[in-house]
């Protein structure tokens, strides 16, 4: 059991340097939970207040109910995998795996027991022998996770571990990891920048932007409703496109007016407060679509600037005029530069925001 909760957790720097502010975060019992935001936003600070490597300035941090805000690293049952590995270059890999366990005093059959398993469970048995150096970037990666699940920690804290790594072998990491959190049903709480990362592994994702939470949700939950502009065009790729538009309300109907196209948003009512106001309008690029012909309202016109064929699907760059925007096409659709085409959106996954907060309007 090891249930993590933070309470009104704030981290101020010397100097006066905010760097986490009132964060408040359940992580339950078994499950992974990502912490993601552009770099600067606060995510190692808050991994590492978990971990007792930096003070908590403000707020409460539990433990399976527990305060340990003044409980020293090495007795909060917690094992942390950095970025960089931390390995000692001049021990084995047997031996960087038995350290943690050494110091605190376990026997030696018990040492052998945890490392074997670990190795075998990493598939590194066949690496024990041999020093840092002479591992690849990936089989480094392996160890230091070793060297944490001998531990048998309550909870394991991951700080941007595969970011060190090419691109390849980090999509590989990444199912290993995953594999080995349902295997180990240990709580986990894993750092990164990479929306990817956080979208593909986590039970539960946390977006920090300067410090402060903007949402909290499961990797659909984010994806389909975002809480605000910044949520919305951190999660997915290509990102989310924005359009500055105005509302207009005609016989009961809802417009939205770009300045090179009008719109009907069908079902728009809840947008009537915003007829006149500064509205933002997100629309993903898969529920963009190509249509051979131009419709009153229903479409909207935009000369190609770029075509990116993926094999499985097209990304097309476009320009309305005043807006740039991406749409993802079908791979068997002829689109070439300089054409201008006809688009409609699926307007029951469009999303609108407060021109002025950024804050999601809610249908
Ligand atoms: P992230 O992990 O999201 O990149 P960090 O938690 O490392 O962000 O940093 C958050 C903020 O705190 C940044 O503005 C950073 O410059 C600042 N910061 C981090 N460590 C220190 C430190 N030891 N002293 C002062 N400021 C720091």
């Known amino acids: ?52 490597l930096e003070d908590i300035s403000e707020g409460e941090l539990l433990i399976d109910g527990k305060v340990v805000n003044n409980v020293p690293p090495k007795d909060r049952d917690i094992a942390m995998v950095f970025q960089n590995y931390a390995l000692y270059p001049h021990m084995t890999v047997y031996d960087n795996m038995a350290f943690g366990l050494k110091i605190r005093k376990f026997s030696k059959e018990e040492i052998v027991k945890r490392v074997n398993e670990a190795a075998k469970i990493l598939d590194i048995e066949e690496l024990l022998d041999r020093k840092p150096k002479a591992l690849s970037g990936g089989q480094r990666q392996r160890v230091a996770v070793g060297r944490a699940i001998v531990r048998q920690p309550k909870v394991f804290l991951f700080d941007e571990p595969l970011s060190n790594l090419d691109a390849k072998l980090r999509v590989q990491m990444r199912a290993e990891i995953s594999s080995l959190h349902n295997r180990l049903k240990a709580t986990m709480i894993y750092v990164t920048h990479d929306q990817v990362e956080a979208m593909t592994m986590a039970d539960k994702i946390v977006v920090l932007k300067d410090g402060v939470i903007q949402q909290i949700g499961s990797p659909l939950d984010l994806y389909n409703k975002p809480a605000n502009k910044f949520v919305a065009g951190f999660i997915g790729s290509p990102p989310m496109n924005f359009m500055q538009v105005t509302a207009t309300e005609e016989n009961g109907k809802v417009f939205i007016d770009e300045g090179t196209f009008k719109m009907e948003v069908p079902g728009g009512e809840y947008l009537k407060s915003y007829v006149g106001k500064n509205l933002i309008f997100g629309i993903r690029p898969e529920d963009i679509s190509y249509v051979p012909e131009a419709i009153p309202h229903k479409t909207m016109n935009a000369h190609v600037t770029v075509v990116e064929p993926l094999g499985a699907e097209i990304h097309v760059y476009l320009y309305t005029g005043k807006h740039q925007f991406i749409a993802r096409v079908a791979p068997d659709i002829n689109i070439a530069v300089d054409q201008k085409l006809n688009f409609t959106v699926d307007f029951s996954k469009a999303v609108f925001f407060d021109g002025e907060t950024e804050l999601v309007i809610n249908k």
């Open 1 to 52: 059991m090891a249930k993590v909760e933070l309470k009104g957790i704030g981290k101020v720097y010397d100097g006066n340097v905010r760097a986490v502010d009132n964060a408040n975060i359940v992580v339950e019992d078994k499950e992974f939970l990502v912490l993601v935001g552009p770099s600067g936003c606060g995510k190692s600070t808050t991994l590492r207040m978990i971990a007792g």
